[in-house]
């Protein structure tokens, strides 16, 4: 079946022709829509209407999207050029804080120009003034290296009763462990530790050798026990042994012949970001680098040699922080360092009057950025090296009298700073830290902190906590509230919980099984079964009372189980009142007392109320009559 369509007329829109009565419209003349009829326009100014409403309709439905009123100006299109030359042109004239405020003034009045403009003088943002005075503070602290020393809270951990001569501490600051002349190990947990500030584990790793140098890796599951026996221990995070280098032969001279040290161990250190290879140096005049997984022989054997070739011991070494430089403290006073990316025949840098000869160099330490080193020599200096420059020092500290052949210094962790403890001198109470500037190289400050040796000291960049080791077993941790981060502070705020102590007595039990049972001696229990059955005792495990309830065994279950039975008793409102009496032979028991001394009702009718009579029992039923 064929259906009509339905089709729709088209629709011409003519733009081309213009209406001629439109070009003599004058200003007094009404618009055409209020004429009754419409107005014809041309073909650029609809295009134009057309894009305005459009842009119109997309921004609004854009500012409803995101909840916005308004997108502010439109930034105005300049010539980087003519910026760049007019910047030019102004950067050599240093205007005062009067043309600041005009050139501030004059771009205030630029309304067109928004966006980011070249750098001059002239649009240097200025602080506002609600934080001019923070600014002020922060720039003044920035300045100030005291201000930077994180020593406004103390901490005190007591390792034992002899000097402490080795401390690290884990990259992620969760731990730190302390080495003894007393063979034992200390294991600190901050998260675990209580304000008593009690370590958890306490080992002794190599037996009757004095801990001389601890090392953690760079991922901090496994520590570096250099001590004095000629073998180095791996120990794992909770102080368990991994693995022991092998002692080498004593025999042979040359000691790239043998598989290890075959003297005493002075130093050690870990690869910066190699987890499995590690650094020691030891008096038979060798450095070694060893493999974690090659426990049977070391990987390169490397040799100090003294002036004139002979044989010199290293009394400490270390790696730089991106592992291309071993560096190295000899006895005879001098400073080797040698590539990691060549071969070890010859050294990289030497320096050999770097300090007393005869002297151990007890520690070599390179900052973070590399460029320095810092060495804390028995002669009682430290210095400082550049190493674009090593024949001479840049600066040397005097009069730092150290004792301990394991006495070291650090880098602050912005390298402004040098760090270093010293022994106690003779005359003197109580040995100090001091606090040296890199570039200035004045004293920043000195702390006072035990009347005993300072040995160890230990910066940490990411708690920016200090650990002082002492002569006297104590070790201890300086800390800002402000500008410190976990560590101690996790532990000062913990209280220490007393555990019950159990007393145990002993008594002699004679086993008697025939006796009488009259006679008979109980048997001996265990505590834990004793804990049982007086667990089972209400008086003894101190029972609360039951909760009230309708049942047996409540605490009013033998007078009844109501609330107010119980408030009438335990108030004290009235006498003991027996909950399955006869309520009326209760009242009766009162009357007669009632009677002879009224108290409530009775005295107040007395005068004006008759006697009262109360009616009397009826006689019994008459019996029914026929």
Not at 211 to 220: E, K, N, P
Not at 312 to 326: E, G, K, V
Not at 608 to 613: A, R, V
């Amino acid at each position: 079946m064929n259906r009509p369509k339905i089709s729709f007329g088209k629709i011409n829109l003519n733009l081309n022709k213009a209406q001629p009565s439109s070009t003599n419209q004058t200003e007094n003349d009404q618009p055409a829509s209020i004429q009754g009829g419409f107005k014809k326009i041309g073909k650029d100014e609809m295009q134009r209407n057309i894009e305005n409403v459009t842009d119109d309709l997309e921004s609004q439905h854009l500012k409803d999207v995101m909840g916005i009123s308004g997108f502010g100006r439109k930034a105005k299109t300049f010539d980087i050029n003519a910026e760049i030359e007019r910047a030019r042109k102004s950067a050599p004239a240093k205007p005062d804080a009067s043309d600041d405020k005009s050139q501030e003034g004059n771009n205030d009045d630029d309304d067109g120009t928004i966006g980011p403009l070249p750098p001059t003088d002239s649009t240097k943002q200025k602080p506002n003034s609600d934080g001019e005075e923070d600014d002020d503070d922060s720039e003044d602290e920035d300045d100030n290296l005291e201000n930077k020393i994180p020593d406004t809270h103390e901490v005190q951990m007591q390792h034992g009763t002899k000097a402490v001569l080795a401390l690290a501490g884990d990259p992620s600051g969760g731990r730190v462990v302390s080495g003894s002349i007393d063979y034992d190990m200390c294991f600190w947990d901050f998260a675990g530790m209580d304000s008593s500030m009690r370590s958890f584990r306490t080992i002794q790793p190599c037996e009757n050798y004095p801990i001389r140098a601890l090392h953690y890796s760079v991922t901090g599951d496994m520590i570096l026990v250099v001590s004095g026996n000629s073998q180095a221990k791996i120990l794992d995070r909770d102080g368990f042994e991994k693995m022991e280098c092998v002692k080498g032969d004593q025999y042979i001279t040359d000691m790239t012949k043998t598989k290890g040290h075959t003297a005493q161990l002075t130093a050690g250190c870990w690869h910066p970001f190699t987890r499995e290879e590690f650094l020691t140096s030891s008096m038979d005049a060798t450095l070694r680098i060893w493999n974690n997984f090659r426990s049977k022989e070391q990987k390169i054997v490397i040799k100090t040699r003294a002036q004139g070739g002979l044989k010199t011991i290293p009394s400490s070494c270390t790696y730089n922080r991106d592992a291309t430089l071993i560096a190295a403290g000899c006895v005879d006073g001098s400073i080797q360092t040698w590539d990691t990316r060549k071969m070890f025949v010859n050294t990289t840098h030497c320096a050999r009057n770097a300090h007393q000869k005869g002297s151990e160099i007890s520690s070599i330490v390179f900052s973070y950025l590399g460029h320095q080193i810092a060495t804390r020599s028995c002669d009682e200096t430290m210095k400082l090296w550049d190493l674009r420059s090593l024949k001479t020092c840049l600066h040397a500290w005097e009069g730092l009298f150290s004792r301990y052949d394991t006495t070291d210094c650090c880098f602050s962790p912005d390298d402004r700073m040098l760090v270093t403890g010293e022994s106690l001198p003779k005359g003197q109470n109580e040995a100090n830290l001091h606090f040296f500037d890199t570039q200035t190289f004045q004293s920043v400050k000195t702390i006072p902190v035990t009347t005993s040796h300072i040995i160890k000291t230990l910066w940490h960049p990411k708690l920016n906590q200090i650990f002082v080791g002492c002569g006297n077993g104590v070790v201890k941790c300086y800390y800002d509230e402000r500008r410190s981060f976990r560590g101690a502070k996790l532990c000062v705020v913990k209280t220490y919980r007393k555990k019950k102590h159990t007393e145990m007595i002993g008594v002699t039990q004679i086993i008697t099984p025939h006796a009488l049972p009259m006679f008979r001696q109980e048997k001996s229990k265990s505590s834990r079964k004793k804990l049982e059955k007086d667990r089972l005792d209400p008086v003894k495990s101190k029972r609360p009372d039951l909760p009230i309830t309708s049942g047996q065994g409540g605490r009013v279950a033998s007078s009844g189980g109501t609330l107010s039975s119980y408030v009438i008793r335990n108030l004290g409102l009235s006498k003991r009142v027996d909950d399955d009496q006869d309520p009326r032979e209760a009242i009766l028991k009162y009357a007669k007392d009632a009677a002879e001394n009224p108290y409530w009702v009775a005295p107040a009718y007395n005068k004006t109320q008759p006697k009262p009579i109360f009616s009397e029992e009826p006689d019994a039923k008459k019996p029914k009559t026929e």
